[in-house]
Nanobody, 121 residues
Framework: QVQLVESGGGLVQAGGSLRLSCAAS????????MGWYRQAAGKQRELVAS???????NYADSVKGRFTISRDNAKNTVYLQMNSLKPEDTAVYYC???????????????WGQGTQVTVSS
């Protein structure tokens, strides 16, 4: 059983910053890519940022230059530093991880429960 537990969401004024964390726990052999997605009210879930186990990152155009994704492989944790937040960043943010399970080495997609980020104007 693998769980992803997110923390760090909240209410912030436009221009402010928040840092999200997501820790994976359970029976894990390793984790390939990890990422953050978001879903605003009435919209589809979208990729915000992703990072491979080797540290290669990818960002949505809307957050480039403002958000930074990072990970600590020893702690099975991924972070999202969000700066210069805008009201349009308001959404529920979800953590995602491609977990390699022992002993089969099957790769299974896991999701966190989501954390609300609200940016006021």
């Amino acid at each position: 059983q693998v769980q992803l537990v997110e923390s760090g969401g909240g209410l912030v004024q436009a221009g402010g910053s928040l840092r999200l964390s997501c820790a994976a726990s359970g029976t894990i052999f390793s984790i390939n890519a990890m990422g953050w997605y978001r879903q605003a009210a009435g919209k589809q879930r979208e990729l915000v940022a992703s990072i491979t186990s080797g540290g290669t990152t990818n960002y949505a155009d809307s957050v480039k230059g403002r958000f930074t994704i990072s990970r600590d492989n020893a702690k099975n944790t991924v972070y999202l530093q969000m700066n210069s937040l805008k009201p349009e960043d308001t959404a529920v943010y979800y953590c995602n991880a491609h977990v390699v399970l022992p002993p089969s080495r099957y790769v299974v997609d896991y999701w966190g429960q989501g954390t609300q980020v609200t940016v006021s104007s």
